[in-house]
T-cell receptor, first 115, second 115 residues
């Protein structure tokens, strides 16, 4: 079956330092990968998703590269901001009929950025 | 456009009670999901509907959790009877069924506390 692994449960950074949140996956089919972000007391929302043409998705300074050879889709940002403090979920959608928009989520990584 | 609406935002129940959570998906979406969110397990899929048909119900949650979708604009999640371990945030999400790249739109969730 499909699965997503996020190894860091809690990440604490100082403002201005680079961010990297790990995401690896297992899938029988060639999947699409997503990052969702959830700020405190808000709904999770899409941060970025992989493309079919190997372009690197970017949003709000965050980017992620899908590496099929290593089954990874790590989230990166060059300089953390206080407003980046949130819960980040990596998710996978398998390209198979019948699954529609169903996602398999990792357990999440809570990022805390301090001054 | 209205997003996903969940009511109530907070629910407190005594052990053994029956509670019903409500969700209104984004208008026109035909995929609807119920997730349970906890710090330990992250996002766990409870139920998945496509065009009002139940596609999947999370096996471990079958006995006391029942989701229904009587029309395309309204879904309920019933927990009967509630147990203290059910304390969590329950999220509803919807999407267009256009394949695996679809974005899920989440509601703000219902925070359930079972005493």
């Amino acid at each position: 079956g499909d699965s997503v692994t996020q190894t860091e449960g809690l990440v604490t950074l100082t403002e201005g330092l680079p961010v990297m949140l790990n995401c690896t996956y297992q899938s029988t089919y060639s999947p699409f990968l997503f990052w969702y972000v959830q700020h405190l007391n808000e709904a999770p929302k899409l941060l970025l998703k992989s493309f079919t043409d190997n372009k690197r998705p970017e949003h709000q300074g965050f980017h992620a590269t899908l590496h099929k050879s290593s089954s990874s889709f790590h989230l990166q940002k060059s300089s953390a901001q206080l407003s980046d403090s949130a819960l980040y979920y990596c998710a996978l959608s398998a390209m198979q009929q019948g699954t529609g928009s169903k996602l398999s989520f990792g357990k999440g990584a809570k990022l805390t950025v301090s001054p | 456009d209205a997003g996903v609406t969940q009511t109530p935002r907070h629910e407190v129940a005594e052990k053994g009670q029956t509670i019903i959570l409500k969700c209104e998906p984004v208008s026109g979406h035909n995929d609807l999901f119920w997730y349970r969110q906890t710090k330990i397990q992250g996002l766990e899929l409870l139920s998945y509907f496509r065009s009002k048909s139940l596609m999947e119900d999370g096996g471990a949650f079958k006995d006391r959790f029942k989701a229904e979708m009587l029309n395309s604009s309204f879904s309920t999640l019933k927990i009967q009877p509630t147990e203290p371990k059910d304390s969590a945030v329950y999220l509803c999400a919807s999407s267009w069924d256009r394949g695996s790249q679809n974005t899920l739109y989440f509601g703000a969730g219902t925070r359930l506390s079972v005493l």
